[in-house]
């Protein structure tokens, strides 16, 4: 165990338990199971994240879902792009409820419109490194905003149950550093009975199934924080994991990281 990985596991045993621990019945899919790569690095180059707002009961946006899956193919994936499709709960009145959706994806899409990052909610809504972006919608590439240096963002599993996320960003932030990190799934499948996707079979991939947020703090030059690997009951033919963070109320990431989860 590196020197810093062992400070981080010092200072959260002296500090008692992390706040916010996963409820403990997402735990039906345990990544303890899984024979996990001990590290997730981003480098010193920013890297993009691509997040999809959308809704099974939607019905514009399983096209949106299936140009977000074709991403699983991009050379640039998990590099210096990771995309995420995170389910809205503002569409489950309307015929259907979005086991994926989650209403703290909705909040962060508002922040987004709070910080003019985005100008309105809507689904399938993309935005693309903290900026809204339409170009799918008229049907451009996906060109990535040019890659400043933000400092490395890495991720370590110490066991098959917790993980450390490190940060090292160019200066010291003014403001909380905040993190999020998340367990994809791809290629999960729902059947949907009801609203306007009534009758089809929606595949998703890059979906969040189960995340965890926080507060980074600073020791010895570095933000860090211990938290549990989140797990889901959702099962998926693959998985990832990947972790961002940002800077106060703002939602927009300064740093991107994450990489595929392999089998036992």
């Not at 916010?20 to 994240?49: D, K, M, N, Y």
């Not at 306007?196 to 010895?220: I, M, Q, T, W, Y």
């Amino acid at each position: 165990m590196s020197d810093s990985l062992l400070k981080w596991k010092t200072a959260s045993a002296a500090h008692g338990p992390w706040r916010g621990l996963l409820t403990a019945g997402l735990i039906a899919v345990s990544l303890g199971a899984q024979a996990l790569p001990t590290r997730f690095s981003s480098g010193e180059a920013q890297v993009a994240l691509l997040e999809l707002y959308t809704s099974e009961g939607c019905s514009s946006c399983p096209p949106a879902d299936r140009w977000l899956s074709k991403l699983q193919d991009d050379p640039r994936l998990w590099r210096e792009l990771i995309p995420v499709a995170l389910h809205v709960d503002y569409w489950d009145e309307i015929g259907w409820t979005d086991v994926f959706a989650s209403p703290a994806h909705t909040t962060r899409q508002q922040d987004y419109v709070r910080h003019a990052g985005l100008s309105q909610v809507y689904t399938p809504g993309l935005v693309l490194q903290g900026r809204e972006w339409r170009g799918w919608f008229r049907g451009q590439d996906l060109h990535l905003p040019a890659a400043r240096i933000a400092g490395p963002l890495t991720i370590d599993v110490l066991d098959g149950s917790q993980a450390t996320i490190r940060f090292v960003p160019p200066e010291k932030s003014a403001n909380e550093l905040r993190y999020t990190i998340a367990l994809l799934g791809i290629g999960v499948e729902s059947a949907i009975g009801r609203g306007e996707n009534a009758g089809k079979r929606l595949r998703h991939d890059f979906v969040v199934l189960a995340e965890h947020s926080g507060p980074l703090e600073l020791l010895n030059g570095e933000y860090g924080a211990n938290m549990p690997l989140p797990a889901s009951h959702r099962s998926a033919a693959r998985y990832a994991l990947v972790a961002w963070v940002s800077r106060g109320s703002d939602p927009a990431p300064l740093q991107a990281a994450g990489g595929w989860l392999t089998g036992p």
